[in-house]
């Protein structure tokens, strides 16, 4: 089920760089989850029902998303007209039912996220390659698989210590395997160290491949440079 949040004012999704994230991912459901496992989807959706109005915790994605958020607000400060914007869209296996809490918590805390996708258990990751997803954040490694497996760029958020949220965006990206294939880590997994660095010396002058979060991180960069050096 589609639902598009009236909270928020729809970018061109043509233009746009839509990020996909998933609800564990920008909020902390553990307790919820937990219920889910041991209790079962009747007493979760029941759950989820009676703390309507009781807002999620923040979750380990979430100031990651409000960072895209501040960069959209900096972007159209500088031109009103301004197309190449982030668009985020939350996924959730929960009902539309269940997921009502979700809807609240997303505008409780003003998070600018334009659609919600409510799956009622069903692969959610089917929904990324119609909606143009240049990146998809999930805390379900089995989902990002499914994710990659579609040709999505995709991460893992692991459960850690919330981030405090800043008016900046900062990703750090991986080489190997990230921005660039992995070949030489394939070399190191399958033959050792020694064979990955005989590897690396006999194709030095051969440009590495793409990786699958490359043309990701060169979006970023179109972005970036729309900007000053002290933004």
Do not use: W
């Not at 009103?80 to 939350?90: A, H, M, T």
């Not at 490359?214 to 979006?219: E, G, P």
């Amino acid at each position: 089920v589609l639902i598009v949040n009236p909270e928020v004012k729809q970018v061109d999704h043509q233009d746009a760089v839509v990020i996909a994230v998933t609800s564990r991912a920008i909020f902390n459901m553990e307790e919820e989850h937990n219920i889910f496992l041991e209790k079962g989807i009747e007493e979760y959706t029941r759950y989820q029902i009676d703390n309507v109005e009781k807002p999620l915790k923040e979750g380990t994605a979430f100031a990651l998303i409000k960072a895209f958020q501040m960069v959209n607000v900096k972007l159209l400060e500088q031109n009103p007209e301004e197309k190449q914007l982030f668009d985020v869209i939350l996924l959730s296996n929960n009902s539309p039912e269940s997921g009502k809490r979700i809807i609240n918590s997303v505008n409780h805390y003003g998070l600018a996220i334009s659609r919600f996708y409510f799956t009622s258990e069903k692969d959610s990751t089917e929904y990324l390659p119609k909606c143009n997803v240049k990146l998809f954040l999930s805390a379900n490694q089995v989902d990002v698989h499914n994710a990659a497996k579609r040709g999505i760029p995709s991460a893992v958020m692991f459960l850690q210590e919330v981030v405090a949220v800043t008016d900046q965006l900062r990703i750090a990206f991986d080489g190997d395997s990230v921005l660039f294939a992995g070949q030489t880590d394939h070399v190191y997994e399958k033959q050792g160290l020694y064979m990955a660095k005989v590897y690396e010396t006999f194709m030095k002058k051969i440009p590495m491949g793409e990786g699958p979060l490359k043309k990701f991180a060169m979006l970023l960069g179109e972005i970036r440079k729309k900007f000053g050096r002290e933004d």
